[in-house]
């Protein structure tokens, strides 16, 4: 195969193949491809603004008192960081980026089952998104809250809090139609053979978060319309004057909250599942296993809402089920570490870039998930509820978990689309730093909520000053790493070395289609004869 | 002519069926109604939703077809109604032992 | 695989019930709620209950039953190929929905006459679960008619189409799916009535 360096690829696929150019042939698309990078470059955007707002909070707490920014700024900064990571990029980005580029080809299909459903939850994402963006320009400011909105102060505060939420509310409506376009698609639209047995992992992965974003994300609906009614019509439902229970608001977020990061955090394990096989030239170890702990995690996950509560006044018999519960969830994530790490062994490993993020995956959510067992347990979490170790604790799972899996999906994942690769090395320095300067900025985090260090403080007692500087300098190596990776991956997708229909010598059915897709996905509709991770069945050596 | 509805037998209920199915709903309306208003008290909240079990039911089961479903439809739906028990139960580990 | 992408009658309908399970969650945060507080407050829950409009609420839980009869029946019509009745039955179900609006409209009018309405100064001034109880009502309520207005577009749409002829006996999922929608908003108004007007 020659290996030419020309700037556009002149096969024909879903990038032109409809005779359509021009953007509005991208965003009234229904192809899952299209509005797959509809969502990408939507939810990556964010990330990157967010990003720039998570540098800056850094800045402000590189050393004691006012560095950048004032008190009132600094809460409207780590609220909108939070926002737009969580409802503008996590939760939108996993189902909707690779759950559309990858999950009908994995399955066979020609496309999802509700084509035009998917366009308008995209559309929704978008108008939910700028919404969002509107509420922090006008009215009375961001809101100051935090992200979680809690009474009594969300319903009080002077700033644009029911604009916010109403835009978070919209983007939920997107979520929760995704959830049900992908659980329909799955059920009907898999190719001949393609048995719930045979299906690619991350399909399971997807598949289970589609159910929590249907049945948790109208809980968050209502909450948001709640404060919404609370701020405008004075309903008293949460305002103990009038006879209503804050708690209930906690209780009512995280119903929904809690398992929405296992929308966040299950198709990275997906993702996982689908790498570690194909670097280590091995089929996963306990695939039924792995399937089920997926289902297994999005159902026990929806019980433990509770351990965001240890110290809110519930009840004690409420903290005592709500912990208990919080280390049987444990057990599924678990199960799949030993799946990943069994298949691993006396499996020919190659380290390049996508499996060096799985590895790390590995780590980092062990890492994140024991210290939110540190959490779970009720009499520790009276100690560091709401101080700096559960920000450490989110960020080892959310960042060094699922977003760490998702740049080893775009590593993974884009060439197929773009017909084109990244360079390696500068790929693994930039994986190299961010492991570093991750390490540096969340652990220290840790520390410092262990030594007493409250979250969302915008000052701090000069004791907590020294480890607060070393974790504002892991940040900048952190980001250097990110911009490197974004820079070689970018370009060399664009203008990197074209890329044949299966570099990586995978056996799911998005490596038997031309590279990039065609729209139609598949020529003829595929017959499945043997498993995703069936090397030898798929006849690669 | 897309094979839409008809390349399966789907189960056509009857008027006669539906209009029994009215006059239930409607006579159960009239004793929920009528236990109310000679059960004063909140002992009869029970009561009256058990009732109103009974009126969804029927909906589900005759109105909306699910007598005639697969097995996978009534297995979601047990299991959305589940999750939704346990959202409501679940909180009241907390609101009734405080 | 080209050509356009067959119609999957399993698939719409699958698709729709996990749709109304949505909404089964959505108003179940509410009946949550109801739960919590009917346990902390039930004898000002009862008092409350007692000012509600037993009649005007009877009248209207036997008015939406009768609009998913007819919603029903239109299934059955339409399956039998009886476009007329089919569309007379649509028209019905709309109209149903119509007089349900309308009769709400008179019970909050005179509700609202009577100062209850949230954060109405008569229930700042009264005991709290009073209160609590008319928040609720309002909220739940409201967010219900919200969708009889809704599903009353929905089946006025569905209507314009079978007297069309783009539903028919051989594709007719969207009326179906049309009245799976409607018959939603009759169940969650069997669990509103006894819930509110039967607190008594």
Redo the contacts between chains.
């Keep these: 195969m020659t290996s030419t360096n020309q700037t556009t690829p002149p096969i024909s696929s879903f990038w032109n193949d409809t005779g359509k150019t021009g953007i509005t042939s991208w965003i009234f698309s229904t192809d899952h491809k299209r509005i797959g990078f509809l969502y990408f470059y939507s939810v990556f955007s964010f990330f990157l603004i967010a990003v720039a707002l998570g540098v800056l909070l850094r800045i402000e707490l590189i050393a004691p008192g006012r560095t950048i920014m004032g008190p009132q700024t600094y809460n409207a900064v780590f609220t909108v960081h939070g926002v737009l990571m969580i409802f503008l990029f996590i939760i939108p980005g996993f189902p909707g980026a690779f759950g559309n580029l990858v999950m009908p080809l994995q399955i066979g299909a ?2 999802v ?3 035009r ?1 998917n366009l308008f939850s995209w559309w929704l994402y978008i108008f939910g998104a700028g919404i969002i963006i509107a509420s922090l320009f006008t009215g009375g400011g961001p809101p100051d809250t935090g992200w979680t909105f809690y009474v009594p102060f969300a319903e009080r505060t002077t700033t644009n809090v029911s604009l916010a939420v109403f835009g978070v509310f919209t983007v939920g409506f997107s979520s ?1 139609l995704t ?3 992908f ?2 698609t799955i ?3 898999r190719a001949p053979g393609m048995t719930w047995g045979r299906l690619p992992l991350f399909v399971w992965s997807i598949y289970a978060t589609a159910w929590i974003q ?6 968050l ?3 948001l ?2 404060i919404i ?1 609370e701020r405008f ?5 949460f305002d103990p ?5 804050p708690l ?1 608001y906690q ?2 977020f995280w ?1 929904y909250s809690h398992p929405a990061v296992y929308i966040m955090i299950l198709p990275g394990m997906g993702i996982i599942s689908e790498i570690i096989p194909v670097f280590a030239r091995k089929p996963i170890f306990g695939y039924k296993m792995i399937a089920f702990s997926s289902l297994a995690i999005a159902g026990a996950g929806s019980l433990v809402w509770g351990h965001h509560m240890f110290t809110s006044g519930m009840s004690d018999t409420a903290i005592l089920v709500f912990s208990f519960l919080t280390f049987v969830v444990a057990i599924p994530s678990a199960i799949k570490v030993f799946n990943w790490v069994s298949t691993l062994y006396l499996g020919s490993i190659s380290l390049e870039v996508p499996m060096l993020f799985s590895l790390s995956f590995i780590l980092l959510f062990s890492i994140g998930g024991l210290s939110g067992l540190i959490l779970g347990a009720a009499a520790t979490d009276i100690h560091v509820h709401d101080t700096m170790f559960v920000v450490g604790h989110f960020h080892y799972v959310i960042f060094g978990g699922a977003v760490f899996a998702l740049f080893g999906a775009m590593h993974y994942w884009l060439p197929k689309f773009y017909g084109r690769r990244y360079a390696e090395k500068p790929a693994v320095i930039a994986w190299a730093l961010m492991f570093v300067g991750f390490n540096i900025t969340y652990f220290t985090m840790m520390v410092l909520g262990m030594e007493g260090m409250p979250r969302r403080y915008y000052d701090y007692l000069p004791e907590f000053a020294r480890l607060n500087l070393i974790s504002t300098i892991g940040s900048w190596i952190l980001v250097g790493g990110l911009a490197l990776m974004l820079v070689n991956l970018f370009r060399g997708l664009f203008r990197g070395e074209p890329i044949g229909r299966n570099p990586w010598g995978a056996a799911t059915l998005e490596w038997t289609i031309p590279t990039p897709p065609p729209t ?6 595929p017959v499945v004869t043997h498993g995703p991770y069936d090397f030898k069945g798929a006849g690669i050596p | ?8 037998a ?1 189960h ?4 006669g069926k ?2 029994s ?2 006059l239930a ?2 006579f159960l ?1 009239w004793l ?2 009528r236990v ?2 000679h059960n ?3 002992g ?2 029970w009561g ?2 058990t ?2 079990v009974v ?2 039911g029927l ?2 089961a ?4 699910m007598k005639y479903e697969g097995r ?2 009534r297995c ?2 047990f299991f ?2 589940s ?2 028990a346990i ?2 139960g679940f ?2 580990f907390d ?2 032992y405080r | ?2 050509g356009p ?7 719409a ?3 729709m ?3 109304l ?13 109801y ?8 004898r ?3 008092a409350a209950g007692r000012e509600m409009h ?1 009649v005007l609420g ?1 009248l209207n ?2 008015i939406l ?2 609009g ?2 007819f ?3 239109a ?2 019509a339409i ?2 190929d009886e476009r007329r009745r089919a569309v007379g039955l649509m028209e019905g179900a709309v109209l149903t929905a119509a007089v349900f609006l309308f009769n709400k409209y008179l019970e909050w009018s005179a509700e609202i006459g009577h100062g209850i309405y ?2 109405s100064p008569r229930l ?1 001034a009264g ?6 109880f008319f ?2 009502y ?2 739940t309520v409201g ?1 219900h008619g919200l969708h009889v207005l809704i599903g009353g577009t929905f089946l006025t749409v569905v209507a314009i189409r079978v007297q069309r002829g783009t539903i028919h ?5 969207l009326l179906e799916n049309g ?2 929608y409607w ?1 939603l908003v ?2 969650i108004w ?2 509103i ?3 509110y007007y ?3």
Excluded: C
């Design positions: 020609r496309d089952a509700f084509p459903l929760i959830g049900l376009n659980v329909t059920h009907r639209l249907v049945l948790a994300t109208p809980i609906g209502i909450t319309a709640l009614a019509l004075g309903t008293g439902l004057a009038r006879g209503g229970d209930m209780h009512l119903i139609e996905n598949f020529e003829e509709e | 002519m897309t094979e839409g509805n008809s390349e399966h789907t056509i209920i009857s008027y539906l209009a199915v009215w709903l409607l309306t929920t109604v109310a208003r004063v008290g909140i009869h909240v009256s939703l009732i109103a009126k969804a909906v589900i005759f109105f909306m077809h996978l439809l979601l739906l959305a109604l999750v939704l959202f409501i909180t009241f609101v009734l | 695989m080209s992408p067959h119609k999957d009658y399993a698939g309908k699958l698709g019930w996990i749709f399970f949505t909404e089964l969650l959505l108003f179940g945060g509410l009946f949550l709620l739960a919590v507080y009917l346990t902390r407050y039930p000002e829950f009862t037993l009877t839980t036997a039953i009768t998913s009869y919603a029903a029946m299934v059955t399956q039998r949230p954060d700042v005991p709290p679960g009073e209160s609590v928040s609720l309002y909220l967010l006996a051989g594709n007719y999922v009245a799976l018959h009759d169940l069997i669990f009535f006894p819930l039967l607190i008594l």
